[in-house]
């Protein structure tokens, strides 16, 4: 049995957070992909209580929710730190990826798969949301310090996902001209050789989320 | 200027919990406390994207967020009653179940409290989940921290007190002995420690404020 194995979906970006981090480490590991719409007995096992993936199986024991994989293999394994030292500058990271997570994932989620005036509300919403990000990455190269961490792979989504969604809907709300500082950041992290390397096939996400957009539409067409 | 400030409101679950953090680290802090309605510049200025309770001002720097506090005192003042485990799979267990009670459990009390039919249904056994495996998590521990109170206990003191405060002021009784017998047993065991008696408010003063806050969204509902 191996000794550290993911249960994940190749092209969510959730999953290769967790990639991510045990690459950045060199830690081997069997990826075991999901079946979202038949959940395997291992995934209901491991994560009774959320059913999701991604998760992660060291010497036998779950551990769940990304960002806790991702901080637990930062703890664990050695090799690159991916959270920094100084506990302020810890707390600065958790906090932005929180932030991701809890406020924008959501407001963006509405962008995309919301009706009518929810969207709409939703898109300003959205804006407002990466404005903040936009201000807060002004003169930075990263979100802590000059390498790639903790809180940017936590909004790994907007960087390679985002535009491709955008394709997919036909809806481009983050440009270059709104929002220059992030769209810098989003380029300095789509650079790194880190992350380059290990990204999900562009058309596979693609043909994904346009086949979602139709099902939608056609879900809400009048019959 | 006090090296440690936190801005928290009397009732305010979250705030309490960096106060007790502070309290069994010894720490000295002043309180500034808010009003909700007439928030002050300085919270504002140190919170600026949520605007919100509780804040860790320290040395200057703020931070936002209570589970990123608690960790952040935790880092800071590690000598004296350490709250996480040092073990990193038991640190990743913590982190879950902090989440799971601020997440899950609060929402599912909302839907308790505020849902209608289908919704208030699926609140309560939502609940219960969470209950359950807090429940089961206990085992023959005395805290969720082992011998001594620790990170989840902190967190926990929202199903403790809080929930407690809310069932009664709404009419429910989900958390009962004979269905979560560990959980009641830590409740009682938490609640009658001398430091969480000293800094957590009495219930007597939360049930009269759940009491009208619901009565209020129950009037505003039906108008």
């Known amino acids: 049995m191996a000794e550290v ?73 050695e090799g690159p730190s991916i959270l920094p030292k100084d506990p302020y500058d810890r707390a600065i990271a958790r906090f932005w990826a929180k932030f991701f997570d809890e406020k924008c994932l959501p407001v963006l989620g509405k962008t995309w798969f919301g009706q009518g005036e929810e969207s709409e509300k939703a898109k300003e919403e959205a804006s407002e949301l990466i404005k903040i990000l936009d201000n807060e990455l002004k003169d930075k190269k990263f979100f802590v310090g000059d390498k790639i961490g903790f809180a940017d792979m936590a909004a790994n989504l907007v960087t390679y996902w985002l535009g491709i969604i955008e394709e997919a809907s036909g809806n481009v709300l983050v440009t270059s001209e709104k929002f220059p500082n992030f769209c810098a950041w989003k380029d300095n992290y789509s650079n790194c050789s880190q992350v380059k390397e290990h990204l999900p096939p562009r058309d596979a996400i693609l043909a994904h989320f346009k086949a979602r957009f139709q099902a939608a539409a056609d879900a809400t067409a009048p019959k | 200027m006090a090296e440690v400030k936190v801005y928290g409101i009397f009732a305010g679950p979250f705030n309490r919990r960096v106060e007790l953090a502070l309290k069994l680290k010894g720490v000295e802090y002043e309180y500034i406390e808010e009003d909700r309605s007439n928030k002050s510049a300085e919270l504002v200025k140190y919170n600026p994207i949520y605007k919100q309770v509780p804040v860790l001002v320290h040395n200057g720097k703020p931070i936002c967020e ?15 009653a350490p709250l996480l485990p040092k073990d990193p799979y038991q640190r990743a267990m913590a982190h879950f179940l902090a989440r799971l009670i601020d997440e899950k459990f609060v929402m599912a009390k909302y839907k308790v409290c505020y849902g209608k039919g289908e919704e208030k249904e ?91 806050q619901f009565e209020a969204a129950t009037q505003k509902a039906s108008s």
């Open chain 1, 5 to 77: 194995k993911l249960l994940g979906v190749s092209l969510s970006p959730f999953s290769r957070r967790v990639e991510w981090a045990l690459k950045i480490k060199g830690v081997e590991y069997e990826f075991v992909e999901q079946d979202l719409q038949n959940k395997s007995s291992l995934l209901l096992e491991s994560n009774p209580i959320h059913k999701k993936i991604p998760v992660l199986i060291h010497n036998g024991k779950p551990i769940c929710e990304s960002m806790i994989i991702v901080e637990y293999i930062d703890e664990t394994f």
């Open chain 2, 66 to 80: 209570s589970l990123i506090i608690l960790e952040y005192i935790d880092e800071t003042w590690q000598a004296i």
């Open chain 2, 122 to 212: 699926k609140g309560r056994g939502e609940t219960c989940e969470v209950l359950k495996y807090l429940d089961n998590e206990l085992q023959d521990k005395i805290f969720f921290g082992g011998d001594n109170i620790g990170f989840v206990d902190i967190v926990a003191s929202y199903v403790a007190l809080w929930f407690g405060a809310i069932q009664e002021a709404i009419g429910v009784e989900l958390l009962t002995k004979q269905k979560f017998p560990k959980l009641s047993k830590w409740i009682d065991e938490f609640l009658s420690c001398r430091i969480i008696m000293e800094n957590l408010p009495p219930r007597e003063t939360l049930v009269p404020l759940y009491k009208a």
